[in-house]
């Protein structure tokens, strides 16, 4: 059993809102999280169970009736039509935590909450199990923001060390809890997983016919993991268009799989790229769709660099959702080829970060985050993620952190 760090964000949330709904793809522990979370006096009912989900999207005022509050209910995604009565039994009694939701279709939930619970529920959204959480540091993990309070704790605290390949064994596990917790299976896990997800979820609300051709796209995403979205490219890959391409990449993107990470740009910013960077949130995942089946061939491989920044990425992400936040997190490129692989915006405030695969960063590691002072922000200081076993200043505004300290 892990640790997850949202568990403490579950109750404070409880205290304040009426109706909390955790979104999230399959299989990343929800409900566990919630059960785990959740007191003796909380009814459980799950919309999997086709009983409960005809009665639900039949009859929900009888529904409400029969299962009171404070209620817990599963793959809420399945009823739309439950979120207005929900809605009268919150206006009602007026109390705080009276519904626990979960959903793993967030194009499907976002409608109806926004039309019928606005105001009345707060929405966390949860990955699989970051770095922080299999280290059983979750309680502790905080967002990763690179600033003095940051990077002086860092420094205290205890973190298990973990080498090159440790890593790269992580990143092709994958962050699902049952990935981690029966390696010995991955291979069906993920295996599994693509087929339920397309029969549950993806036909559903693509009305998608050719399953040979969605499985050729998940594919094709994945070996694009880390790189500038192109939807034509995609597209040509799999003989759909560009418009087909891009309804399906929304979709993957609303379930949680892919997060499109954008490029940071103002009004002071004329040469810049202005494309998203695409990235696949599970690596385990990704790394089966590309038929990466050994973790030692992932790291000396053609994805090594990709895959390693996807993973960076996703651990940044997590610690802000873990926690409840808003990630406000960018790239940074330009047409003189100047680059930032990530920048943390926190207030006034640009925090740089760079993704390098080395135990010796040198100075060079970071030497394009000058370019961010003509942005017309306040610069903080910047770090450099790698393989070195502990925070090695680089210079006055730059440290270099290890991987496993996230």
């Known amino acids: 059993m892990y640790q ?18 955790v979104t999230g793809p399959r299989q990343v522990g929800k409900t566990t999280l919630l059960e785990m979370c959740s007191d003796s006096d909380r ?54 935590g009276m519904y626990w939701l979960t959903g793993s279709q967030k194009f499907h939930l976002m409608n109806g909450i926004t039309e019928s619970l606005a105001g009345r529920v707060a929405v966390l959204d949860l990955l699989g199990l970051s770095l922080a959480e299999l280290d059983q540091r979750g309680g502790d993990s905080k967002p990763f923001l ?48 693509i087929q339920t997800y397309i029969q549950r979820d993806v036909k559903d609300v693509l009305n998608i016919t050719d399953e040979i051709s969605f499985h050729k796209f998940l594919g094709a995403v994945a070996a694009r993991t880390g790189q500038l979205l192109n939807y034509t490219d995609l597209g040509r890959d799999v003989d759909i268009d560009s418009k087909t391409a891009k309804a399906w990449l929304s979709v993957l993107e609303a379930s949680g799989l892919v ?90 405030t640009l925090y740089p970060v760079e993704f390098k695969k080395t135990g010796t960063p040198s100075r060079t590691a970071s030497k394009d985050f000058h370019v961010l002072k003509k942005l017309g922000k306040n610069i903080g200081s910047g770090v450099v993620l790698s393989f070195v076993a502990k925070p090695v200043p680089l210079s006055q505004e730059v440290t270099a952190i290890p991987i496993s300290h996230l």
């Open 43 to 96: 009814n459980y009912v799950t919309l999997d169970d086709l009983d409960a989900r005809t009665l639900a999207q039949n009859d929900p005022g009888l529904f409400v009736q029969t299962y009171p509050p404070p209620l817990f209910i599963d793959e809420v995604q399945y009823a739309p039509a439950l979120f207005s009565y929900i809605k009268l039994a919150v206006d009602k009694e007026k109390k705080k």
């Open 259 to 348: 997060y499109l990470l954008r490029p940071y740009h103002n009004n002071l910013t004329k040469r810049v790229v202005k494309t998203p960077k695409l990235y696949f949130l599970d690596t385990g995942l990704c790394c089966y769709l590309t038929k990466w089946t050994e973790f030692k061939a992932l790291e000396a491989g053609a994805m090594s660099g990709a895959i390693l920044e996807t993973f960076l990425v996703g651990e940044i992400l997590k610690s802000y959702w873990h926690n409840g936040k808003t990630a406000n997190i960018y790239y940074y490129r330009d047409l003189d080829q100047q680059e930032v692989d990530l920048i943390i915006e926190s207030g006034d």
């Open 4 to 21: 997850r760090t949202m568990a403490p964000i579950i109750q404070q949330v409880n205290d304040r809102f009426s109706v909390l709904l």
């Open 146 to 193: 690179p600033d003095s309070e940051w990077l002086q704790r860092d420094n205290h605290t205890a973190v298990k060390s973990m080498s090159l390949m440790d890593i790269y064994k992580q990143i092709w596990t994958g962050s699902f809890p049952a990935a981690n917790a029966y390696s010995e299976t991955w291979d069906i896990f993920y295996r599994s997983y």
